[in-house]
């Protein structure tokens, strides 16, 4: 045990007296029977599958599904309904999320045409936990807040219990736990599911909540959370809650310095996944173990564990976590060149996981924007079509018969005012909806920002601890590259155009803040601009401010090593209408007569040249009189017009 952790001999105490608790108790939990009553009603063996999917008993629910599907054609709409939610849930549990999915949404359908509003929430929660679970957060977050409403309309204080818990995971998930945004819905869950007699998210809420009071440096109210959830939680026969109590009292003896008992507890929820065979389970059990041996200094096991992690089936979501815990250990034993190829692969599958599906995310957004804004359009020619026909007609009437034309113009004059009425609602609906698009999609970008902010963070926290020079290079230069992606973002939710940057502003501000990181005090490095008025779309400008990082953080690293004084031009021109050309030099020695961009081994200068082909163009090196990098690109329109 690490005798540096300031905690007071109470909470140490406690802390082992929980441990001896739930080591006892939860060994009593053991396999499951399972005795199916073929006589029993629908009613009651949905009931039991609910049942058996919380407690963990899954082996016995394939036996009452194989019943239920024998007798489905007798039964009633709000009876089959149900099934469908069981059989979600039974897939939920065993981690088979696809499917899982695919029977909430046919539940939601139904719980729809039937009016059923408890039963819909059901499936909304299914939906959200299956979305949590690989990683698409903000979907979760509105499917759970979707199934909290509906939970309230409905009464049920059982469900909204469990709904408000749903909204913690996702906020916790959300937000991260140091911004204690779960926390209320937390303490809302713990109450309703205390007065309704839940005791499983009576535990899980409070066991969450205590393991998050401990990461955030609260132990006296997190160690009464877990002490409180332990003895709610071994009130049952639930696997599920072995797991979690193993998994969270596990976390508070590691972070307490125990790691023996840490590890104990850790290897016993290793073989509750395994017995309940849950692919992700098993594999956070693999990384805690890995990260106990690791604190032990027992690295041969610590790397065995961290490999276990990594081989798991139908789990790749958490690949860029198991990188980076081996880079740790690694640094631990020394192999800095291991560590450091860690730390590359976790921060490159870090920003390819993360960027995707934020892209995805502002994709969706900007298409619906798009078609606001095709809609708005279309009432406008509507309104202008409907004036120029009434106008029309009301000057051939007049010429037929001026007398039957002055009784029809006021009929006629009506219909006008109550057309353009209907009209001038439309366009202020429409418009009111596209202020929502923008503001929505300034928030997404404000959002992308933020999260790369937490990234660069967490990499300059992940470099104080650093002692190893070329990890500590390899983490500068991958928190520079998001840095210039959230740059890019930054600049279009500040400005009101959403769709494009101006490239001379935000080249400018990249310059300011690599020049802040790269340059020595003692140098004094001029850096000319020239560059047309120019926008770029997101499409392109994200790929191009990776491109001038490269080249700019090599000039800063190589170019100016022993010199007080310096240049960089940076000159862009247009040749065409959406045709590019960057001509990049600077006062350094330049590249060795042989070099070959498309051969070099550089990362930085291999990131140079597939990012030039990725916005439609090609990058080259020439040597002369003055050396420079060449970058030719287009737009975003210009290239798939080009395609």
């Known amino acids: 045990m690490s005798q540096s952790n300031p905690l007071s001999q109470d909470i140490r105490s406690r802390l082992l007296t929980v441990y001896k608790t739930a080591k006892a108790d939860f060994n009593a939990i053991g396999a499951f029977s399972c005795e199916v009553n073929e006589k029993r009603s629908t009613g009651e063996l949905v009931s039991f599958a609910r049942h058996n999917d919380e407690v963990g008993n899954w082996q016995c629910n394939e036996k009452i599904f194989s019943l239920l599907s024998e007798n489905s054609r007798h039964l009633s709409s709000i009876e089959k309904l149900r099934i469908l939610l069981a059989r979600a849930d039974f897939m939920n ?101 205390e007065s309704t007699g839940d005791s499983l998210t009576l535990f899980t809420a409070d066991i969450f909540r205590g393991a998050d009071l401990i990461e955030l440096g609260n132990w006296e109210e997190g160690t009464t959370k877990i002490e409180k959830a332990i003895s709610t939680g071994l009130t049952g026969k639930n696997l599920f809650s072995a797991y979690t109590g193993y998994a969270c009292l596990g976390y508070a003896l590691d972070q307490a310095g125990y790691y023996k008992e840490s590890l104990d507890l850790y290897q016993k929820g290793m073989a509750v996944s395994q017995q309940l065979q849950l692919p992700y389970s098993m594999e956070n059990s693999y990384s805690f173990v890995a990260g106990v041996f690791r604190e032990l200094q027992q690295y041969d096991s610590a790397i065995y564990y961290a490999n276990l992690a990594t081989t798991v089936p139908g789990v790749d979501s958490v690949w860029a976590n198991n990188a980076l815990l081996k880079a740790s250990i690694y ?66 009437i007049l010429l037929l018969l001026f007398l039957w034309a002055l009784i029809f113009q006021r009929s006629t004059g009506r219909k006008i005012i109550q057309k353009k009425a209907v009209i001038e609602k439309q366009r202020a609906e429409l418009q009111s909806s596209l202020y929502e698009k923008e503001i929505l999609l300034k928030e997404i970008h404000h959002r992308v920002k933020n999260n790369l902010t937490v990234v660069s963070s967490l990499l300059e926290l992940q470099l104080a601890g650093m002692d190893n020079e070329k990890a500590r290079n390899a983490l500068t230069e991958g928190r520079n590259r998001i840095s210039a992606i959230s740059l890019v973002h930054e600049r279009l939710y500040r400005y009101e155009n959403l769709s494009s940057i101006d490239l001379s ?73 959406g045709n590019y050309i960057l001509f990049y030099s600077d006062s350094g020695p330049g590249m060795p007569g042989d070099f070959d961009l498309k051969k070099s081994k550089s990362l930085g200068l291999r990131l140079i040249y597939r990012l030039s082909s990725q916005i439609g163009g090609y990058a080259e090196y020439r040597t002369g009189e003055k050396n420079m990098f060449i970058i030719y690109f287009k737009d975003a329109v210009t290239k798939n017009q080009g395609s």
């Open 93 to 193: 549990a065993r981690q088979l999320f696809d499917s899982s999915k695919s029977l909430a949404i046919r539940a939601i359908r139904e719980a729809d045409n039937g009016g059923y509003m408890a039963e819909k929430a059901e499936a909304l929660l299914i939906f959200s936990t299956c979305e949590l679970k690989t990683r698409n957060i903000s979907s979760a977050y509105s499917y759970s807040d979707s199934a909290l409403q509906l939970s309230r309309l409905s009464g049920d204080k059982r469900l909204e219990g469990k709904a408000l818990l749903q909204m913690a995971f996702s906020a916790r998930r959300h937000f991260t736990s140091a911004a204690k945004r779960a926390f209320p819905y937390y303490v809302e869950a713990a109450a309703l599911a």
């Open 505 to 577: 502003g935000f080249t400018n501000d990249l310059i300011r803040d690599i020049s802040c990181v790269l340059q020595k005090p003692s140098q004094k490095i001029n850096t000319t601009l020239v560059f047309p008025e120019t926008r770029l779309d997101i499409d392109t400008a994200v790929p191009f401010g990776l491109i001038l990082n490269e080249l700019l953080t090599n000039s800063f690293k190589y170019a100016f090593q022993n010199d007080t004084e310096g240049f960089i031009r940076l000159e862009l021109q247009a040749p065409s209408t």
């Open 331 to 396: 640094n631990d034993m020394g192999d800095y060149r291991s560590a450091s190829e860690m730390y590359s692969r976790a921060l490159d599958w870090a920003s390819e996981d993360f960027l995707y599906r934020n892209e995805e995310q502002l994709s969706t957004s900007e298409a619906a924007l798009n078609t606001k804004e095709k809609e708005l359009e279309v009432g406008r020619q509507k309104k202008k079509s409907i004036q120029l026909e009434w106008v029309a007609g009301g000057i051939g």
